[in-house]
């Protein structure tokens, strides 16, 4: 299933990443996490992380918009991970946080990396462009993942965004939901409440009220440049024809 391949190449590629960008020598690790959603993908990471460099201690500084998101991560991270981890929560939508808001990262001492797995979709390129500005104030190194698609730059009703909607897009994930294990039952309702659900609600909408901006490879690449920052490495994590389907990449300052 498309999950599983994506998480097994995301940790694969973030083990590349802190092979080239080493933990502190402490083995004590600070990592911030946007869009944390149930805490599942960052425990993985730093249970990967934990057996690969031998760490000892993490604090893990958790931000969603959702606060009951947060407190079922805080659950899921205590129950599941395998180092003490100490965990400081941010609620609110990354792009609207303050200065102000953001100063309990400098409190938490030198930031290792800023982890944003399949989050920072939700905001269109000129968002995203503010965003990595602002969170490169307090760390060096950012880890950007996304799904390939070109569902941020074109217009409403245009042939190019319902193509890419509908085809490039959520037919291929609607195509996994159905050839998975599960019940067809919870497949319909994956299928029925989520995928198609989005879809229709970015179909919808105006570019404005989109909610989820999924970017290519290549789109990535230029706002990060604009943004005036460098991409260490790009590495791309599920393809299928020749064509990536999802991404992670390695933003640092120049």
């Given at each position: 299933?498309?999950?599983?391949?994506?998480?097994?190449?995301?940790?694969?590629?973030?083990?590349?990443?802190?092979?080239?960008?080493?933990?502190?020598?402490?083995?004590e690790?600070?990592?911030?996490?946007?869009?944390?959603?149930?805490?599942?993908?960052?425990?993985?990471?730093?249970?990967?992380?934990?057996?690969?460099?031998?760490?000892?201690?993490?604090?893990?500084?958790?931000?969603?918009?959702?606060?009951?998101?947060?407190?079922?991560?805080?659950?899921?991270?205590?129950?599941h991970?395998?180092l003490?981890?100490?965990?400081?929560?941010?609620?609110g939508r990354?792009?609207?946080?303050?200065?102000?808001?953001?100063?309990?990262?400098?409190?938490?001492?030198p930031?290792?990396?800023?982890?944003?797995?399949?989050?920072?979709?939700?905001?269109?390129?000129?968002?995203?462009?503010?965003?990595?500005?602002?969170?490169?104030?307090?760390?060096?190194?950012?880890?950007?993942?996304?799904?390939?698609?070109?569902?941020?730059?074109?217009?409403?009703?245009?042939?190019?965004?319902?193509?890419?909607?509908?085809?490039?897009?959520?037919?291929?994930?609607?195509?996994?939901?159905?050839?998975?294990?599960?019940?067809?039952?919870e497949?319909?309702?994956?299928?029925?409440?989520?995928?198609?659900?989005?879809?229709?609600?970015?179909?919808?909408?105006?570019?404005?009220?989109?909610?989820?901006?999924?970017?290519?490879?290549?789109?990535?690449?230029?706002?990060?440049?604009?943004?005036g920052?460098?991409?260490?490495?790009?590495?791309?994590?599920?393809?299928?024809?020749?064509?990536?389907?999802?991404?992670?990449?390695?933003?640092?300052?120049?």
């Amino acid at each position: 299933a498309f999950y599983n391949k994506y998480l097994i190449s995301s940790l694969r590629a973030i083990r590349g990443f802190s092979d080239c960008v080493l933990p502190p020598a402490s083995g004590e690790i600070t990592i911030f996490d946007v869009g944390t959603g149930n805490g599942v993908f960052i425990t993985s990471v730093v249970n990967e992380l934990a057996k690969h460099h031998d760490l000892k201690k993490a604090t893990l500084i958790l931000n969603d918009q959702s606060a009951s998101m947060l407190e079922l991560a805080k659950h899921q991270i205590l129950n599941h991970i395998l180092l003490p981890t100490t965990i400081v929560t941010i609620h609110g939508r990354i792009q609207d946080l303050t200065v102000n808001e953001l100063t309990i990262l400098d409190q938490q001492g030198p930031i290792w990396f800023i982890n944003g797995a399949a989050s920072m979709h939700h905001m269109p390129r000129e968002t995203k462009i503010h965003m990595l500005r602002k969170l490169l104030n307090y760390c060096d190194h950012i880890l950007v993942s996304d799904f390939h698609a070109n569902n941020d730059l074109p217009d409403e009703d245009t042939p190019e965004f319902v193509y890419s909607v509908t085809h490039h897009n959520y037919s291929y994930y609607i195509q996994d939901v159905l050839n998975c294990d599960a019940s067809p039952d919870e497949k319909k309702a994956c299928v029925e409440k989520f995928l198609l659900a989005e879809a229709i609600t970015m179909l919808k909408n105006s570019r404005a009220t989109r909610v989820d901006y999924h970017a290519t490879v290549e789109q990535w690449e230029d706002l990060i440049k604009e943004a005036g920052f460098a991409v260490r490495k790009n590495t791309i994590t599920v393809s299928d024809e020749n064509r990536p389907r999802s991404f992670t990449m390695h933003v640092q300052k120049k």
